[in-house]
């Protein structure tokens, strides 16, 4: 697979690997995942595939910002961006630290689900970007009600540090350190051996 920027296996979900998003040819995939009913909190439920290539050529040109599709055994399956929390989404909003990054997810909407195969693609999104030997916390901020992400976020070590208003929603900020990572997979006997270039 060319583009890979990150793979790793996690037993019993297969291999995970990302790729830098291309908006034009991946728009079609994206907008099926963003504007379903289970995305809710993504907020693009009202876009079409040209709005939804136009936001995503708008985040790969944007100096602070990436897009990547997450796949599974090469298959597409999720959706991660990374961006800097100091310069766009959270600037002014929290007390940024020099290391910190900025992260998103989706996973693809199924109608059969995989037990674990969410944890397993928060657990790659994490593992690529601590592969920065530059990154020391990731931060977070989603919507106050999304429930199901709180406890998912728990589950890989991020803390809660407050709710902050953002102009479309009241977020649950959280950030997670390096080592509360390593310490939350290692105890759930996660291993997502990965390798980032």
Do not use: Q
Request: proline share 5%; charged share 25%; net charge negative.
């Amino acid at each position: 697979m060319s583009g890979i920027v990150f793979r790793g296996v996690h037993e019993g979900v297969g291999e995970l690997a990302l790729r830098r998003l291309d908006p034009d040819a991946d728009a079609e995939i994206v907008h099926a995942w963003v504007t379903h009913p289970k995305a809710v909190f993504w907020m693009m439920g009202d876009a079409d595939v040209a709005d939804v290539a136009e936001e995503y050529r708008r985040i790969v040109a944007h100096p602070h910002r990436d897009a990547y599709l997450g796949l599974v055994d090469g298959r597409p399956a999720f959706l991660a961006e990374r961006y800097d929390p100091a310069r766009v989404e959270l600037a002014g909003r929290y007390d940024a630290r020099d290391g910190d990054v900025g992260m998103h997810f989706l996973c693809a909407p199924t109608g059969a689900p995989v037990h674990g195969f969410s944890r397993a693609v928060i657990t790659t999104v994490l593992e690529m970007l601590f592969a920065d030997p530059a990154v020391r916390r990731v931060v977070v901020e989603p919507d106050v009600r999304n429930t199901a992400v709180h406890a998912l976020n728990a589950a890989v070590g991020f803390e809660v540090v407050g709710v902050i208003a953002k102009p479309e929603k009241e977020a649950l900020l959280s950030v997670c350190t390096r080592e509360r990572f390593h310490a939350a997979t290692v105890a759930a006997g996660v291993r997502g051996e990965g390798t980032y270039r």
